[in-house]
């Protein structure tokens, strides 16, 4: 059952999923008990390797592999504008060299970590690529599900908002799915890809959605830095169409429903400011309980054998960087 | 002297196969029919169980010279279309640069002349440096034989531009080919909207981002009393479209379909195989279930393969960065008799009328029939013997191609123009 990789939530099996998060909860009774660090990833070391600022997930990934004792680098590419899978490949070469066992990757590119799962012997773990997967998210959301719903079979996820560029979606539905809860969409019609998996209800209007009785409601973040093509007329439409709003927070609250989102919430988007007091909310434990999933998978993946033999990138004949179509 | 024995003759005519001897003297046929007598200094080869046809000829390669020869030369472009039992080629004009005036297009005709066997052909930009603004040299590229006019890679993207090009041009007899695409619809990415651009969370590109354009540009065709060839079209709603058009018969359109779009779909991209990036992107199933549709019932008049050469290194970055297109010389001929010859979805005579006469009507050249008193330009063809595609066997300089390393149904045994023999297995 070795991987050496998490690529994304698709292609892991049941087990896989159930025994990740059976250790997130090992991992997180040993730090409620006031354990900081174990020795497991002793001596390894784990490469941050971030072409998207998160300081969420960044700081989350970071926390969990100190505290299983693994030395950290970050690799400052947040920053720099070359994020083309070429340039990756100049960067990955480079990585090789510095014999990192760990490599946790977040690009704009959908399949990019794959791409470098391919090249290199360390454990490349998906923080999130694109609008393609985001499987340690899915995890912690499928483990804070759990620690309300302890069999969730049967139970029901309404994910609103940004379905087409979220890869959160794509990962938490998938996961969800897997494990027996029934997921549905709800969002702008510019933002819910016409093409969605047939086991995914999707609604068109929030009345209907909550008709269908769901348990928690999955805000996803408005990608504000996107709207260079606009999907919505203004935030205020969205908020007043697809957010929480004051009295439909009321609703919740009587029906007694759980609220999550990925952070960071943009309030008075997605959510009223009502929403942090709410008790029910469970945006706060997703992030604790983060620290706990990304330690399980750090743990769980095994980086593979001797560095393979390539032929090294900078040597070979650099094509020309222009990109001619058909 | 060469005298083939004992070989299965195709024609466009007919689907019944010819079985008869050939002997070719100086290059030309002089006799076919049954137990012909070898004369003296003839070579004999027994074809027995093969199958003889006229040269393919493809109306739609990048050869990537000037400017990418990296990617693929005119030797090497030249080569691996003898390769796969084609014996000439019409370049597109998307080089570095761009083939939008006479002096571009006569370096790279003369530059053909001596570095390729087969002969090689070229198209012009409709526009300067293929932006869609300014008219490129238009005459002065037809004063050296060019017919085709495409700003190919791209649409030319201002109707009011391709419109005038259109009345233009017609009165030169030149005609414009045209690469279908709304850009603002398509995006960067060449996936199509569907089922797996949800699941690699890519944005697609929707089949009318195509229609739209193909539509768009025979109306302009009809406008201008133009002849428009629509270029590898790759959707169930494009071929309709065309059709209709057609049946109409005011306008006068020609069409092409290249092998990938009716062998793959989408699902073939499977975990990014960037081997399956192109532009116009695979579709479903249905589409391509169209295009052979389309392509029997003769709404395609021709078969081409958009050969797009693209180095290992390219192709081998994500999915996204990787830049679209593959190649198709190499294995053509050899993948239509395998998925659609063997399996009798069509015959050999479709293949001779929209591979080999079909696109050098289009170009204005005779057409290469196996018959007395033609040169001979004509392949051989191995229907039990096998292929595979390994890179040894590739003679394109570029190896991006799904075919990469499988085995298929067929082979090419013997490529012959006029008095040489280019190839022989
Ligand atoms: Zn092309």
Same mark, same amino acid.
């Given at each position: 059952?070795?991987?050496?990789?998490?690529?994304?939530?698709?292609?892991?099996?049941?087990?896989?999923?159930?025994?990740?998060?059976?250790?997130?909860?090992?991992?997180?009774?040993?730090?409620?008990?006031?354990?900081?660090?174990?020795?497991?990833?002793?001596?390894?070391?784990?490469?941050?390797?971030?072409?998207?600022?998160?300081?969420?997930?960044?700081?989350?990934?970071?926390?969990?592999?100190?505290?299983?004792?693994?030395?950290?680098?970050?690799?400052?590419?947040?920053?720099?504008?070359?994020?083309?899978?070429?340039?990756?490949?100049?960067?990955?070469?480079?990585?090789?060299?510095?014999?990192?066992?760990?490599?946790?990757?977040?690009?704009?590119?959908?399949?990019?970590?794959?791409?470098?799962?391919?090249?290199?012997?360390?454990?490349?773990?998906?923080?999130?690529?694109?609008?393609?997967?985001?499987?340690?998210?899915?995890?912690?959301?499928?483990?804070?599900?759990?620690?309300?719903?302890?069999?969730?079979?049967?139970?029901?996820?309404?994910?609103?908002?940004?379905?087409?560029?979220?890869?959160?979606?794509?990962?938490?539905?998938?996961?969800?799915?897997?494990?027996?809860?029934?997921?549905?969409?709800?969002?702008?019609?510019?933002?819910?890809?016409?093409?969605?998996?047939?086991?995914?209800?999707?609604?068109?209007?929030?009345?209907?959605?909550?008709?269908?009785?769901?348990?928690?409601?999955?805000?996803?973040?408005?990608?504000?830095?996107?709207?260079?093509?606009?999907?919505?007329?203004?935030?205020?439409?969205?908020?007043?169409?697809?957010?929480?709003?004051?009295?439909?927070?009321?609703?919740?609250?009587?029906?007694?429903?759980?609220?999550?989102?990925?952070?960071?919430?943009?309030?008075?988007?997605?959510?009223?400011?009502?929403?942090?007091?709410?008790?029910?909310?469970?945006?706060?434990?997703?992030?604790?309980?983060?620290?706990?999933?990304?330690?399980?998978?750090?743990?769980?993946?095994?980086?593979?054998?001797?560095?393979?033999?390539?032929?090294?990138?900078?040597?070979?004949?650099?094509?020309?960087?222009?990109?001619?179509?058909? | 002297?060469?005298?083939?024995?004992?070989?299965?003759?195709?024609?466009?005519? %007919?689907?019944?196969?010819?079985?008869?001897?050939?002997?070719?003297?100086?290059?030309?046929?002089?006799?076919?029919?049954?137990?012909?007598?070898?004369?003296?200094?003839?070579?004999?080869?027994?074809?027995?169980?093969?199958?003889?046809?006229?040269?393919?000829?493809?109306?739609?390669?990048?050869?990537?010279?000037?400017?990418?020869?990296?990617?693929?030369?005119?030797?090497?472009?030249?080569?691996?279309?003898?390769?796969?039992?084609?014996?000439?080629?019409? !370049?597109?004009?998307?080089?570095?640069?761009?083939?939008?005036?006479?002096?571009?297009?006569?370096?790279?005709?003369?530059?053909?002349?001596?570095?390729?066997?087969?002969?090689?052909?070229?198209?012009?930009?409709?526009?300067?440096?293929?932006?869609?603004?300014?008219?490129?040299?238009?005459?002065?590229?037809?004063?050296?034989?060019?017919?085709?006019?495409?700003?190919?890679?791209?649409?030319?993207?201002?109707?009011?531009?391709?419109?005038?090009?259109?009345?233009?041009?017609?009165?030169?007899? !030149?005609?414009?080919? %045209?690469?279908?695409?709304?850009?603002?619809?398509?995006?960067?990415?060449?996936?199509?909207?569907?089922?797996?651009?949800?699941?690699?969370?890519?944005?697609?590109?929707?089949?009318?981002?195509? @229609?739209?354009?193909?539509?768009?540009?025979?109306?302009?065709?009809?406008?201008?009393?133009?002849?428009?060839?629509?270029?590898?079209? %790759?959707?169930?709603?494009?071929?309709?479209?065309?059709?209709?058009?057609?049946?109409?018969?005011?306008?006068?359109?020609?069409?092409?379909?290249?092998?990938?779009?009716? !062998?793959?779909?989408? @699902?073939?991209?499977?975990?990014?195989?960037?081997?399956?990036?192109?532009?116009?992107?695979?579709?479903?199933?249905?589409?391509?279930?169209?295009?052979?549709?389309?392509?029997?019932?003769?709404?395609?008049?021709?078969?081409?393969?958009?050969?797009?050469?693209?180095?290992?290194?390219?192709?081998?970055?994500?999915?996204?960065?990787?830049?679209?297109?593959?190649?198709?010389?190499?294995?053509?001929?050899?993948?239509?008799?395998?998925?659609?010859? @063997?399996?009798?979805?069509?015959?050999?005579?479709?293949?001779?009328?929209?591979?080999?006469?079909?696109?050098?009507?289009?170009?204005?050249?005779?057409?290469?029939?196996?018959?007395?008193?033609?040169?001979?330009?004509?392949?051989?063809?191995?229907?039990?013997?096998?292929?595979?595609?390994?890179? @040894?066997?590739?003679? %394109?300089?570029?190896?991006?191609?799904?075919?990469?390393?499988?085995?298929?149904?067929?082979?090419?045994?013997?490529?012959?123009?006029?008095?040489?023999?280019?190839?022989?297995?």
């Amino acid at each position: 059952m070795a991987r050496k990789d998490l690529l994304d939530i698709a292609s892991l099996h049941r087990e896989e999923i159930e025994f990740l998060l059976d250790q997130s909860t090992s991992f997180k009774k040993l730090f409620t008990h006031s354990v900081k660090k174990i020795p497991a990833l002793e001596g390894k070391s784990v490469l941050m390797l971030f072409y998207e600022a998160s300081t969420r997930t960044h700081s989350s990934f970071e926390v969990a592999a100190k505290r299983l004792s693994a030395e950290v680098t970050n690799f400052d590419v947040a920053h720099s504008s070359i994020t083309k899978g070429e340039s990756v490949r100049e960067t990955i070469e480079t990585l090789q060299a510095m014999r990192t066992d760990y490599i946790v990757v977040r690009h704009g590119h959908s399949g990019l970590p794959g791409m470098i799962a391919r090249q290199t012997t360390a454990s490349v773990i998906n923080a999130g690529d694109g609008a393609h997967e985001h499987p340690t998210q899915a995890l912690l959301d499928a483990f804070t599900i759990k620690e309300k719903f302890p069999d969730p079979r049967g139970k029901k996820v309404l994910i609103i908002g940004d379905i087409l560029h979220s890869r959160v979606a794509r990962s938490t539905s998938t996961l969800l799915q897997k494990l027996g809860v029934e997921v549905a969409y709800l969002g702008p019609g510019s933002l819910v890809p016409k093409y969605i998996p047939e086991s995914i209800r999707r609604f068109t209007d929030y009345e209907a959605a909550m008709a269908w009785s769901p348990d928690v409601v999955y805000l996803l973040r408005v990608q504000m830095e996107r709207q260079d093509v606009q999907f919505f007329p203004n935030v205020r439409e969205y908020h007043r169409v697809y957010g929480i709003t004051n009295a439909r927070l009321a609703e919740i609250r009587d029906r007694g429903l759980y609220i999550m989102h990925p952070g960071p919430v943009n309030r008075g988007v997605e959510l009223c400011d009502a929403v942090m007091d709410y008790e029910r909310s469970l945006i706060t434990n997703q992030v604790e309980n983060g620290i706990s999933v990304r330690m399980a998978v750090l743990d769980w993946l095994t980086p593979g054998g001797d560095f393979p033999r390539q032929e090294s990138y900078v040597a070979q004949q650099r094509a020309s960087s222009t990109v001619i179509m058909p | 002297m060469l005298l083939l024995q004992n070989a299965r003759i195709a024609s466009e005519n %007919s689907p019944v196969l010819l079985e008869a001897d050939v002997l070719i003297v100086e290059g030309k046929i002089q006799d076919i029919g049954p137990n012909l007598a070898i004369p003296e200094g003839a070579r004999v080869i027994d074809a027995r169980g093969r199958v003889l046809m006229p040269g393919m000829f493809d109306a739609h390669v990048h050869f990537r010279a000037p400017g990418f020869e990296n990617k693929e030369t005119i030797t090497t472009g030249s080569e691996a279309a003898i390769n796969g039992g084609i014996t000439g080629v019409v !370049m597109m004009p998307n080089t570095r640069p761009a083939l939008d005036s006479a002096t571009a297009v006569a370096t790279v005709l003369e530059n053909a002349k001596l570095r390729s066997r087969i002969p090689v052909y070229t198209s012009g930009c409709v526009t300067k440096n293929r932006e869609g603004k300014e008219l490129a040299e238009i005459e002065g590229m037809r004063e050296l034989g060019v017919k085709m006019l495409t700003d190919d890679g791209d649409t030319t993207n201002d109707p009011a531009v391709l419109l005038r090009a259109m009345q233009y041009a017609t009165e030169f007899g !030149m005609f414009f080919a %045209s690469h279908c695409e709304v850009p603002e619809l398509a995006g960067p990415r060449a996936l199509n909207e569907g089922v797996m651009s949800y699941r690699l969370g890519i944005k697609g590109s929707p089949a009318c981002a195509e @229609e739209i354009i193909i539509d768009r540009d025979i109306r302009l065709a009809r406008a201008a009393g133009a002849h428009v060839h629509i270029q590898h079209v %790759s959707s169930k709603l494009g071929m309709e479209t065309i059709r209709w058009w057609k049946s109409r018969g005011d306008v006068k359109v020609t069409a092409e379909v290249a092998p990938h779009h009716l !062998m793959f779909t989408d @699902e073939h991209i499977g975990d990014y195989d960037t081997n399956y990036k192109m532009n116009p992107p695979l579709r479903t199933q249905a589409d391509c279930d169209a295009l052979l549709e389309g392509l029997v019932e003769g709404v395609f008049d021709l078969i081409a393969t958009d050969h797009a050469p693209h180095t290992p290194f390219e192709k081998a970055q994500d999915f996204l960065s990787a830049p679209n297109g593959i190649t198709g010389l190499d294995t053509a001929l050899v993948s239509l008799y395998h998925h659609f010859v @063997e399996p009798k979805k069509f015959g050999w005579d479709l293949v001779v009328k929209r591979y080999s006469a079909e696109p050098r009507r289009l170009m204005g050249l005779p057409v290469a029939a196996v018959e007395v008193g033609q040169q001979a330009e004509c392949l051989l063809f191995d229907t039990e013997a096998e292929t595979t595609f390994t890179r @040894e066997f590739m003679k %394109s300089k570029s190896q991006n191609t799904p075919f990469l390393d499988q085995t298929l149904k067929g082979r090419v045994d013997l490529v012959i123009l006029g008095t040489e023999i280019l190839l022989e297995r």
